[in-house]
């Protein structure tokens, strides 16, 4: 059964850092590409960052130039580097995984930026 499974997240003070992870125990291989999708408190789900084939990455206006989505070839895992956070990015973080058949999502990390 594929599962991602995400660490990372937790407090930060605005303009902090943190990186997010997401792992899927060498599914990934088959379709190497992820999208970062998150939700802050009272709004929809948005996606944040794209890592396509190629890799093509992209990112939201919002984030772009902060966040940085890779990925790690060995261990199978991608990540969201996130700089310079901010109040406004206070929420619970996805990542959201096609195999080819179905999507699958990570359980979710809490990002919380406050002073």
């Known amino acids: 059964q594929i599962q991602l499974v995400q660490s990372g997240g937790g407090l930060v003070q605005p303009g902090g850092s943190l990186r997010l992870s997401c792992a899927s125990s060498?599914?990934?291989?088959?379709?190497?590409?992820i999208i970062w999708y998150r939700q802050r408190p009272g709004k929809g789900r948005e996606w944040v960052a794209k890592?396509?084939?190629?890799?093509?990455?992209d990112y939201s206006d919002i984030v772009r130039g902060r966040f940085q989505v890779s990925r790690d070839d060995a261990n199978d895992t991608f990540y969201l580097q996130m700089n310079n956070l901010q109040i406004e990015d206070t929420a619970k973080y996805y990542c959201?995984?096609?195999?080819?058949?179905?999507?699958?999502w990570g359980q979710g990390s809490q990002v919380t930026v406050s002073s």
């Open positions: 060498g599914s990934f291989r088959s379709n190497p590409t």
């Open positions: 959201n995984w096609w195999s080819g058949r179905q999507f699958y």
């Open positions: 890592y396509l084939h190629g890799p093509v990455l």
